[in-house]
């Protein structure tokens, strides 16, 4: 019944919901991609995946990454500048881009969302959010405030983390390899 299946993990609905042991698609298979966690994280960034590093960005399952003090907006003059903050207005857009420079192994993909602050803020990060396996470089960003009063964004503030989700094998071709539809 609908009450039995609300209480049920993931793992315990789908063995309800199917016959077959050998389902491909079974939440609890460990070759199944997957979040990576902290110690991996912390691995990957003391192996060189990120520069700068600063081991207090590293959460349970996330990268913290920062704002640089480059900042490209189409409604100033010059249009791109570098400040240690920018006042962005209602309504306005900022290209921005991460202080850190990260190595994406071929193994993973980035998933990048707002930190949840900037969120209950009115700022919004709006178009890509995502890396590729093999993406190295500093991660572009789309910000943009839709709240009722201006807001300034400072250089080096955390305003991402960053999602690595191990791939279920690496792909024929990475990102920024010859035959890649990346630029």
Not at 65 to 80: A, K, M, Q
Not at 123 to 143: K, R, V, Y
């Amino acid at each position: 019944d609908a009450r039995l299946l609300r209480r049920l993990t993931g793992s315990e609905v789908k063995s309800r919901l199917s016959d077959d042991p050998d389902d491909p698609d079974d939440p609890d298979d460990p070759d199944d991609p997957m979040i990576k966690p902290d110690h991996w994280i912390r691995a990957w960034a003391e192996g060189g995946g990120v520069e700068p590093y600063e081991p207090s960005q590293i959460n349970s399952a996330s990268f913290d990454v920062r704002l640089s003090d480059h900042w490209i907006c189409p409604t100033r003059d010059p249009e791109e500048f570098r400040a240690p903050h920018i006042k962005l207005f209602p309504g306005e857009v900022v290209l921005a881009s991460t202080l850190e420079y990260v190595r994406i192994p071929r193994t993973v993909a980035c998933d990048l969302k707002l930190k949840s602050t900037l969120g209950r803020l009115w700022i919004n990060h709006s178009l890509a959010g995502w890396c590729d396996p093999g993406f190295q470089g500093n991660i572009t960003l789309e910000l943009q405030n839709l709240g009722p009063t201006p807001f300034v964004l400072d250089a080096n503030r955390r305003i991402a983390q960053l999602i690595f989700v191990a791939m279920e094998s690496e792909p024929e071709v990475a990102y920024g390899e010859p035959g890649s539809s990346s630029h």
